[in-house]
C-alpha cells in the first residue's frame, strides 16, 4: 500500500510540475524547439530547474544500498552511446518535435485533450512494442 501511494504522490507532484510549467502545452513546447523561429526559451528554465532535485536524488541514491519501498533498485545498465540510443533518441526527439508532446505529457494530456494526446500515445505505445519485438 506504502509503494501506491507512493506512486500516486509521485505522479501527481510530476503532473502539477508538467501542468504549472507549460510543459503539457503542445504549442508551448513547439515554441521552445522552434529556435529559427518566434522561440520560446521559458521551457528551458524548466528543464534546467528540474535537473537541481535530479542532482540531489541521484547523490541520496548512491548512497542507498537499496530503496525505501523496494528491494533493488531498477536502474538501466550504464552504457555507452550505442547506435541504439542514438537512433532512439532522434525518434524520440522527431516525434516530440512533431507533436509537442512527450511521455509525461502524452499521457497526462489524455485526461487535458485527448484528441490531441491519443495519436502521441499510440505512437508511443507502437515504438515500445516494436522495440520489445526487436531487442529480443
Same mark, same amino acid.
Given at each position: 500500500?506504502?509503494?501506491?501511494i507512493?506512486?500516486?504522490a509521485?505522479? #501527481?507532484?510530476?503532473g $502539477?510540475?508538467?501542468a504549472?510549467?507549460g510543459?503539457a +502545452?503542445?504549442?508551448?513546447?513547439r515554441? /521552445?524547439? +522552434?529556435? /529559427?523561429g518566434?522561440?520560446?526559451?521559458?521551457l528551458?528554465?524548466?528543464?534546467?530547474g $528540474?535537473?537541481?532535485?535530479? $542532482?540531489?536524488?541521484?547523490?541520496?541514491?548512491?548512497r542507498m544500498?537499496?530503496p525505501?519501498l523496494?528491494?533493488?533498485f531498477d536502474? &538501466? &545498465?550504464?552504457?555507452?552511446? +550505442?547506435?541504439?540510443? #542514438?537512433v532512439?533518441?532522434?525518434?524520440?526527439?522527431?516525434g516530440?518535435g512533431i507533436?509537442?508532446?512527450?511521455?509525461?505529457?502524452?499521457i497526462?494530456g489524455?485526461?487535458? $485533450?485527448?484528441?490531441?494526446?491519443?495519436?502521441?500515445?499510440?505512437?508511443?505505445? #507502437?515504438?515500445?512494442?516494436l522495440h520489445?519485438?526487436t531487442s529480443?
Amino acid at each position: 500500500m506504502k509503494r501506491v501511494i507512493a506512486a500516486l504522490a509521485a505522479g #501527481a507532484i510530476f503532473g $502539477a510540475g508538467l501542468a504549472l510549467s507549460g510543459m503539457a +502545452d503542445p504549442q508551448r513546447v513547439r515554441a /521552445f524547439l +522552434d529556435i /529559427f523561429g518566434a522561440w520560446d526559451p521559458t521551457l528551458a528554465f524548466v528543464m534546467g530547474g $528540474a535537473l537541481a532535485p535530479m $542532482a540531489i536524488a541521484w547523490a541520496i541514491q548512491r548512497r542507498m544500498a537499496r530503496p525505501i519501498l523496494a528491494g533493488v533498485f531498477d536502474l &538501466p &545498465p550504464t552504457r555507452g552511446i +550505442d547506435r541504439p540510443l #542514438a537512433v532512439g533518441a532522434v525518434i524520440f526527439g522527431v516525434g516530440w518535435g512533431i507533436s509537442g508532446l512527450c511521455p509525461g505529457p502524452a499521457i497526462a494530456g489524455l485526461a487535458l $485533450a485527448p484528441s490531441h494526446a491519443i495519436v502521441a500515445v499510440a505512437a508511443m505505445g #507502437a515504438g515500445m512494442a516494436l522495440h520489445r519485438l526487436t531487442s529480443r
